[in-house]
Antibody
Framework: EVQLMESGGDLVQPGGSLRLSCAAS????????MTWVRQAPGKGLEWVAS????????NYVDSVKGRFTISRDNAKNSLYLQMNTLRAGDTAIYYC??????????WGQGTLVIVSS | DVVMTQSPLSLPVTLGQPASISCKSS???????????LIWFQQRPGQSPRRLIY???NRDSGVPDRFSGSGSGTDFTLKISRVEAEDVGVYYC?????????FGQGTKVEIK
């Protein structure tokens, strides 16, 4: 059974940093693109970033470029999102998703990030 | 960026009646590989999104056959043949032909 388990969400002050993790199980994550999608409270879905299976290609939404870094450790079946210079507008549930924009077949339960002073 | 526009944004439906959601993209979603990268998701209240349909019309395993997807190029439709109580939630379309991946605004389906 495919499972994606996010962790690392927290309350953080504006300008702070946070690192999200996603533990994948039930499949070989090294053969899939992996993605982070976020959802602000009461709002719709927003794609954040995707990473190629070997980590050689990464794509980001403009609003996080230069602040967020997606990475992966295939040996640990894990996906990460390093978030720096956080803003109030980054407040959201962050979902780990298997696949890029052409697959997106499995989603985790999400981890909540709140940016507030 | 490819803009995805859904309508309506709110859809009250009577149980057992059909429902239809439109999704229009600002450019064609047909890739040079012949595939059309349009996906539909369902998000029930308090839950994570769940993929319902991929490549326009392919239903995911376990998705009831009352759900169907159709369309081509820039115009797509998700239909529910007979709405059931468990279908309440928000439905999103998403394009994967270009970066950045983009979603529609979401259509909230509720029971009248």
């Amino acid at each position: 059974e495919v499972q994606l388990m996010e962790s690392g969400g927290d309350l953080v002050q504006p300008g702070g940093s946070l690192r999200l993790s996603c533990a994948a199980s039930g499949f070989t994550s090294s053969t899939y693109w992996m993605t982070w999608v976020r959802q602000a409270p009461g709002k719709g879905l927003e794609w954040v970033a995707s990473i190629k299976p070997d980590g050689s290609e990464k794509n980001y939404v403009d609003s996080v470029k230069g602040r967020f870094t997606i990475s992966r450790d295939n040996a640990k079946n894990s996906l990460y999102l390093q978030m720096n210079t956080l803003r109030a507008g980054d407040t959201a549930i962050y979902y780990c998703v298997r696949g890029g924009g052409r697959l997106a077949d499995y989603w985790g339960q999400g981890t909540l990030v709140i940016v507030s002073s | 960026d490819v803009v995805m526009t859904q309508s309506p944004l709110s859809l009250p439906v009577t149980l057992g009646q059909p429902a239809s959601i439109s999704c229009k993209s600002s450019q064609s979603l047909v890739h040079s590989d012949g595939n059309t990268y349009l996906i539909w998701f369902q998000q029930r209240p308090g839950q994570s999104p769940r993929r319902l349909i991929y490549a326009v019309s392919n239903r995911d395993s376990g998705v009831p056959d009352r759900f169907s997807g159709s369309g081509s190029g820039t115009d797509f439709t998700l239909k529910i043949s007979r709405v059931e109580a468990e279908d309440v939630g928000v439905y999103y379309c998403m394009q994967g032909i270009n970066w950045p991946v983009t979603f529609g605004q979401g259509t909230k389906v509720e029971i009248k």
